[in-house]
């Protein structure tokens, strides 16, 4: 019983600890959104202003400049890879992470 708790315990410390290096890495990282036909592709990378109000911003500018365009979604052409543990928490927290995932795309 005592081995389980202490196994347990440090199985959660990895879990942390992985977790806060990796928010200290992933700094100038690019995200990249496309609607499905990339009629309009757009970037975020947060840690230089560019984060997904600037995204938002952009993609209304382009449906306004672009009238035929306006029933488009904007699809994020990253995956969530859940066995890298270690980005739980930028999973969590990022709004990157919110939009629809289109796959089979020429970003991915």
């Not at 708790?5 to 977790?19: E, G, H, R």
């Not at 100038?28 to 911003?57: H, Q």
């Not at 992470?97 to 970003?107: L, S, V």
Request: net charge positive; aromatic share 20%; proline share 3%.
């Amino acid at each position: 019983m005592k081995r389980k708790i202490i196994i347990i315990i440090i199985a959660l410390f990895i879990l942390i600890i992985s977790n806060i290096a990796n928010m200290f890495l992933t700094f100038g990282k690019w995200y990249v959104f496309s609607t499905e036909n990339e009629e309009c592709v757009l970037a975020t990378i947060p840690t230089m202003g560019r984060d997904t109000k600037y995204l938002n911003r952009n993609f209304k500018r382009f449906k306004k400049e672009h009238p035929e365009y306006k029933d488009l979604v904007l699809y994020r052409t990253f995956k969530m890879e859940l066995w890298k543990f270690w980005k739980w928490y930028e999973y969590y927290i990022r709004d990157e992470y919110r939009y629809p995932y289109i796959g089979n795309h020429a970003n991915n």
